[in-house]
T-cell receptor, first 110, second 114 residues
Framework: SQQGEEDPQALSIQEGENATMNCSYK?????LQWYRQNSGRGLVHLIL?????REKHSGRLRVTLDTSKKSSSLLITASRAADTASYFC??????????FGKGTRLSVIA | GAVVSQHPSWVICKSGTSVKIECRSL??????MFWYRQFPKQSLMLMAT?????????EQGVEKDKFLINHASLTLSTLTVTSAHPEDSSFYIC??????????FGPGTRLLVL
């Protein structure tokens, strides 16, 4: 399976704290994408980082990519209760469809 | 961003019946759409790639005769779960790519087979 792994599987933090989620993958990639999924809902695209990029920011989100280690991290700063969701990384290689990791369930406690 | 819709959002059916799920790209054309399945607290698993005007490509372990895919136009793909059984109960999500790197997802269809 080419499926990646997220770490941790579950994370619980207080509102205002930062949340860091990690993702590892197995094959060479064109880009890596992070998605959020609220319980029972569809996926919302958060950020895309290409294989030649090392870091990207979007609002309170910061994504890093280390292709030598085949890993990526998603940092959410100053978390809010509304950030409670599952977060998935997904990799794209060539023209293949996205392959998703197992996800991290984030709980932000107010 | 691009918008992908799914219909219905949820469906309950009796075992043995067939269920059709529609996936539409609302503001772009998609020659390729993807169907994923997600069981509770698990990740999305790709079921098949739907190709406009040609046969779908199924992932290993997915029965093509059970999960019929029809991509009849550039904005519509349908997934029909034939002779559904309780183990087919799941969350089905489609996605499409409007020629960009980003893949856009529908809101999902929750299927419950009694």
């Amino acid at each position: 399976s080419q499926q990646g792994e997220e770490d941790p599987q579950a994370l619980s933090i207080q509102e205002g704290e930062n949340a860091t989620m990690n993702c590892s993958y197995k094959t060479s990639i064109n880009n890596l994408q992070w998605y959020r999924q609220n319980s029972g809902r569809g996926l919302v695209h958060l950020i895309l980082i290409r294989s030649n990029e090392r870091e990207k920011h979007s609002g309170r989100l910061r994504v890093t990519l280390d292709t030598s280690k085949k890993s990526s991290s998603l940092l959410i700063t100053a978390s809010r209760a509304a950030d409670t969701a599952s977060y998935f990384c997904a990799q794209r290689s060539g023209n293949t469809p996205l392959v998703f990791g197992k996800g991290t369930r984030l709980s932000v406690i107010a | 961003g691009a918008v992908v819709s799914q219909h219905p959002s949820w469906v309950i059916c009796k075992s043995g019946t067939s269920v059709k799920i529609e996936c539409r790209s609302l503001d772009f054309q998609a020659t390729t759409m993807f169907w994923y399945r997600q069981f509770p607290k698990q990740s999305l698993m790709l079921m098949a790639t739907s190709n406009e005007g040609s046969k779908a490509t199924y992932e290993q372990g997915v029965e093509k005769d059970k999960f019929l895919i029809n991509h009849a136009s550039l904005t519509l793909s349908t997934l029909t779960v034939t002779s559904a059984h309780p183990e087919d109960s799941s969350f089905y999500i489609c996605s499409a790519n409007p020629g960009e790197e980003t893949q856009y997802f529908g809101p999902g269809t929750r299927l419950l087979v009694l």
